[in-house]
């Protein structure tokens, strides 16, 4: 800070699933912004894989890939999906009540256990896409 | 190999994937096993300094400081954070003391009971499993709802059977009478056996007319008790649930629900039930007949009925999702019309509203889409179904007339075997495309059946005592929550006040002052420790006793559509006048009111939006009062009002908090000197506590809090607390 170098601090995704390398908040271990990344392309290559590394691990939510099959089982969903952390399996009650819209296009879905999975549609394939159409 | 006195799951591994693993700690050291139990880490316990939990967005990890540095043990989502959160002091305690008490104390595991049936662990500690509730106990559901009926169902039966036979005799006696004109004998013999015949149908018909009268009526009967009943069911199980439940959901659809759902069922079991039976009997009936009049014939037009059942079947699941989709798009058009109705101001002072009518339309359009869709799936059905039913008629009268021309068969046989046939496709026909109907009533049904049979979150011991004279002595002992598993709240809340203390609740926003309120009221269970009231447990003590004896002002007033005086009654309806009068002068209401032209009977609109917030606020005071509570929960509004209210309110506060134990979120520096004691909140933990003088002095959290606050206005008397954060 003013040209010091600053140690202990951590990083806050403003928006962690929409926006996963934009608009990071820089932050000292007392809760003070220092810096708002607005995107990782500023900084430097070793920089950005750094930065990467870090929110790994701070934010933790599979991204749904492919949507294997989605079936109604009295009031629950059985979900099996592909994520960014490999296959799984998952129930959810109502969708309605537990699919959160975040845009057009991104959303989140919560399962019994209090799991979180990020999905976009966008990245869906076909047949993922018609599973999820149904759904929504 | 050592016992384990502690298992805790896993759920990724190193790369990000998942992987069930697992860590168990033995007296002497920590294992790592992957899936198959094979051991993937091994760490002598000498060598563990510590262990941390690191929780993160969606889950955390365990890692172990060793004198070689940090190792992660374990990763996992958030379906493990809460028992590894659990878990930690226990582990810490393990690795701190050199004789542990290796006792294998499962009360971790105990905690979430499981189901029986599919194994799950359950959320709620009673009742039964909500996750395998299947397709059928949905339809046993609403059976043993109609046991309540069975005089009237059985009523209802008879009628049906008897409507069923009757309808059967027309074709039969119409045969008699072609037979008896085609067969050439004796004219009188045939005219009075014409008159007899036409007279028996005459009769048919009127009984037909009668018993349609008398089953309608019974239906309906049947069919408005059962929705009243089902309705009352619904709003009840609305009103017994937590605040959890409406935390989580978009409250609106519950509006949509209750009568439309309920609606649905009503049509079925007034109209539905007697038209299911009454046309499967119809079918059976009428196929013995035709096996009676000509078994060859029938097993010949029986062909086409297994693939016509299968199609059906097929086109079931179908039918299922398409009803499930367009009841969804109308509860999404429910929610915006809910939404948009109660920020209507804001929509108004930003002028939202063509955005708003857009997104609107959309849904609503969505919504029509699916209805047509569905439709559609049926307007094709029931001609294609008419068509092949028409084509077996032709088909019957070419084989029949055949067969007649042969002589194997009489004329009048043929007419009515040709009638009986139209009148099987009737009920199959129907049947076919009750598909749709039944996939509607199934699914409100289970909607239904899923909010009467949610479990309330926060239930009282069963063996609950009544609460006697209440003194008013809260304790906290070791409190933690969070309204979400990811975002603790609060931290280890220890906390004494003694029977008509008056305590100021003080602390940046955010820092857990209300949730701590809300733990006493049991608007929630805490996740952690137990709050005790007169040294007995909160769960222990019915809610509703809890609550009488607990009077809230909230910062937000909610106000019911009704009269002032209705408003002060609301928590004791048979107050007479002259308390709401007495409770009103307390509360310094009653000026204002006797200002009002309908004075105590001033309606005060939707939410109390005819008065003023100082207005409302003094009648929420007024409220509490009447209740006459031995503990009184006072939030400050935030929310500025001119001096003479403000000294109003002020002086109504300090006639009521008398006698009782009192605490106040308090934001005005009158209340914080006149509390006998402050507690400071940051954070989620109780960082300072004592009296104004004391706290000032000490030169903490509260004395930086007040002098911001005091820097920041100049003025004395108001403190903006929520501005100070921070």
């Known amino acids: 800070m003013n040209g010091e170098p600053v140690s202990d601090i951590y990083l806050v995704l403003t928006f962690p699933v929409t926006e996963p390398e934009r608009y990071i908040s820089v932050r000292t271990a007392s809760h003070q912004e220092i810096h708002l990344i607005h995107s990782l392309s500023e900084l430097d290559i070793s920089s950005q894989a750094a930065v990467r590394e870090d929110l790994e691990r ?10 294997k099959m989605i079936k109604r089982q009295g009031n629950h969903w059985l979900w099996d999906v592909e994520t960014s952390y490999g296959k799984v399996a998952f129930r959810t009650n109502q969708p309605q009540e537990n699919i959160d819209i975040l845009s057009n296009e991104t959303y989140i879905i919560r ?10 549609v966008s990245r869906l394939d076909k047949r993922s896409k018609l599973f999820w159409n149904k759904i929504i | 190999m050592e016992e384990a006195w502690l298992t805790l799951q896993g759920d990724l591994n190193r790369n990000m994937q998942f992987e069930q693993l697992q860590v168990l700690f033995t007296a002497s050291k920590l294992l790592v096993l992957d899936r198959e139990g094979r051991q993937i880490l091994h760490i002598p316990k000498q060598n563990v300094e510590n262990i941390r939990l690191i929780e993160a967005l969606g889950g955390g990890y365990l890692v172990a400081s060793t004198a070689k540095g940090p190792v992660e043990i374990l990763r996992f989502t958030e379906m493990h954070l809460d028992s590894c959160r659990k878990a930690l002091s226990r582990v810490e305690q393990w690795v701190s003391k050199d004789s542990f008490t290796t006792d294998k104390r499962n009360d971790l595991k105990d905690r979430n009971k499981t189901c029986a049936h599919c194994g799950r662990v359950m ?5 039964s499993c909500m996750r395998c509730n299947r397709k059928w106990s949905t339809v046993s559901h609403l059976l043993q709802r109609s046991r309540a009926y069975s005089a009237s169902m059985i009523v209802m039966g008879i009628i049906v059977i008897l409507t069923v036979l009757v309808s059967l005799a027309p074709p039969y006696i119409i045969k008699w009478i ?20 036409s007279g028996l149908l005459a009769g048919i018909y009127i009984l037909q007319a009668l018993l349609q009268m008398i089953e309608g009526y019974t239906a309906i009967s049947i069919g408005g008790r059962f929705l009243g009943e089902l309705r009352r069911d619904m709003f009840h199980a609305l009103m017994k649930q937590s605040m959890r439940f409406f935390d989580n959901r978009q409250v609106s659809q519950y509006i949509g629900r209750i009568n439309q759902d309920t609606d649905t069922i009503k049509d079925f079991m007034s109209q539905g039930i007697v038209h299911l039976t009454s046309q499967l009997l119809s079918a059976l009936f009428i196929l013995g007949m035709l096996f009676y009049l000509d078994w060859r014939m029938t097993l010949m037009i029986l062909i086409p009925l297994p693939p016509l059942g299968l199609f059906v079947m097929r086109l079931w699941p179908k039918v299922r999702e398409m009803w499930y989709s367009q009841w969804q798009s109308s509860i999404h058009v429910q929610n915006m019309v809910g939404e948009a109705l109660q920020g209507i101001r804001i929509i108004k002072a930003f002028s939202k509203e063509n955005d708003e009518k857009e997104r609107f339309d959309k849904a609503n359009s969505r919504f029509v889409n699916r209805m047509i869709s569905i439709q559609n799936l049926w307007m094709f059905m029931t001609p294609v179904l008419t068509l092949f039913i028409s084509l077996f008629v032709a088909l019957i009268w070419f084989a029949g007339g055949r067969k007649v021309l042969e002589g194997g068969m009489t004329v009048g046989t043929l007419s009515a075997y040709a009638t009986y046939l139209i009148m099987f496709f009737g009920p199959v026909k129907w049947l076919a495309q009750s598909a749709s109907w039944i996939n509607e009533v199934l699914g409100s049904a289970e909607r239904i059946f899923e909010v009467i049979h949610t479990p309330a979150e926060v239930t009282d011991d069963e063996e609950a005592q009544p609460l006697s004279k209440v003194r008013g002595e809260i ?11 990811d975002r603790r709240i609060l931290h280890g809340i220890d906390l004494h006040i003694a029977p008509g203390e008056m305590i100021g ?14 733990l006493l009221c049991r608007f929630y269970d805490p996740d952690e420790g137990e709050i005790l009231l007169d040294g007995r447990r909160l769960s222990s003590i019915r809610q509703e006793e809890l609550r009488k004896n607990i009077g809230v002002v909230f910062q937000e007033t909610f106000l019911f559509d009704g009269t002032i005086a209705q408003n002060i009654a609301y928590g004791n309806p048979e107050a007479e006048a002259q308390d709401i009068i007495q409770a009103a002068m307390t509360a310094n209401a009653h000026d204002f009111i006797c200002r009002l032209p309908h004075g105590y009977e001033t309606k005060v609109g939707e939410r109390g939006h005819r008065l003023s917030g100082g207005e409302r606020q003094r009648i929420a005071i007024a409220r509490a009062v009447l209740l006459d509570p031995p503990i009184l929960i006072l939030d400050e509004a935030t929310s500025s009002v001119d001096v003479e209210t403000e000294a109003a309110i002020q002086e109504a506060m300090d006639k009521v908090i008398q006698g009782r134990t009192t605490i106040v979120i308090a934001h005005r520096l009158s209340t914080l000197q006149r509390a006998d004691r402050l507690l400071v909140l940051e954070g989620g933990r109780l960082v300072e506590s004592g009296s104004h003088e004391e706290l000032l002095n000490r030169g903490g959290v509260y004395h930086r809090l007040l002098h911001a606050a005091q820097g920041a206005s100049g003025r004395e008397v108001w403190i903006p607390m929520q501005e100070v954060a921070r």
Not at chain 2, 475 to 482: E, K, L, P, T
Not at chain 2, 505 to 518: C, M, N, Q, R
């Open chain 1, 58 to 67: 701070r934010y933790m939510i599979p991204k749904v890939v492919a949507i």
């Open chain 1, 111 to 120: 399962d019994t256990d209090g799991r979180r999975f990020a999905l976009h």
């Open chain 2, 123 to 127: 959320r709620s500690a009673k009742d």
């Open chain 2, 178 to 197: 072609i037979d008896g004109i085609s067969a050439p004998v004796g004219m009188g013999g045939v005219s009075s056996h014409l008159l007899w015949m």
């Open chain 2, 475 to 485: 304790r906290y002992n070791h409190v933690g929550f969070g309204y979400a598993k």
């Open chain 2, 505 to 518: 609740l003080i602390g940046p926003s955010g820092a857990g002052k209300s949730t701590l309120i809300h």
